[in-house]
């Protein structure tokens, strides 16, 4: 009860910004249909992000028994909410807080790969598997491109696929965007 409380009082203090949120995108080697299919996904991701929904289960998120995410850069849940909502990632087009998912994406193939995208913390673009960008619906590319925006704002996970990996602020809040941009698009 304690816990609801205090997770209550922190609500009250968070800036009322999420109306604000917006997402920015160029591509570069995606066909038309793969352009729709992304542009499907970043609708997708602006209606999650701006919800009450997914305020509250951010913040609300708890790995071991605590209010808290695996690899969380050392913030709170509340501090994780606040820096999505800023937008500023680390490095790119714009490194300042102005409230858009500012993403670059760039279409690769590898049949053979298990990985569905991919970033590294100093380049401004994220790659995206061809392969399973033609398998998945919207809500699924919300999934990874969230996922790998996670990355460019500051959050890391490990390699290892360990029961951990799932609670890092990337994984938990990829999966949490996909189930709820799945509601969104009623699926």
Not at 24 to 44: C, S
Not at 59 to 74: H, I, M, R, V
Not at 103 to 117: A, H, M, P, R
Not at 151 to 156: A, E, L, S, W
Request: hydrophobic content about 40%; overall charge negative; aromatic content about 12%.
């Amino acid at each position: 009860m304690l816990r609801v409380k205090f997770l209550c009082f922190l609500l009250s203090f968070l800036p009322v910004v999420a109306s604000a949120f917006d997402v920015t995108v160029k591509l570069k080697g995606f066909n038309q249909e793969q352009e729709q299919k992304v542009f499907k996904a970043i609708e997708l991701i602006k209606q999650v992000v701006v919800s009450e929904n997914f305020k509250q289960a951010v913040l609300s998120k708890s790995f071991n028994n605590e209010f808290t995410y695996n690899d969380n850069a050392g913030l709170t849940n509340a501090e994780i909410y606040q820096k999505i909502m800023e937008g500023k990632e680390l490095v790119g087009r714009n490194i300042t807080p102005n409230g858009v998912m500012d993403i670059e994406l760039e279409l690769y193939l590898d049949e053979d790969s298990q990985t569905i995208g991919y970033t590294y913390p100093h380049i401004s673009h994220i790659y995206v598997n061809q392969k399973y960008l033609d398998r998945f619906e919207p809500h699924q590319v919300a999934n990874n491109l969230f996922h790998e925006w996670l990355h460019k704002i500051g959050f890391n996970h490990s390699v290892e696929r360990t029961p951990e990996r799932e609670h890092s602020v990337p994984y938990a809040l990829g999966y949490m965007m996909k189930d709820m941009a799945r509601g969104v698009a009623g699926l």
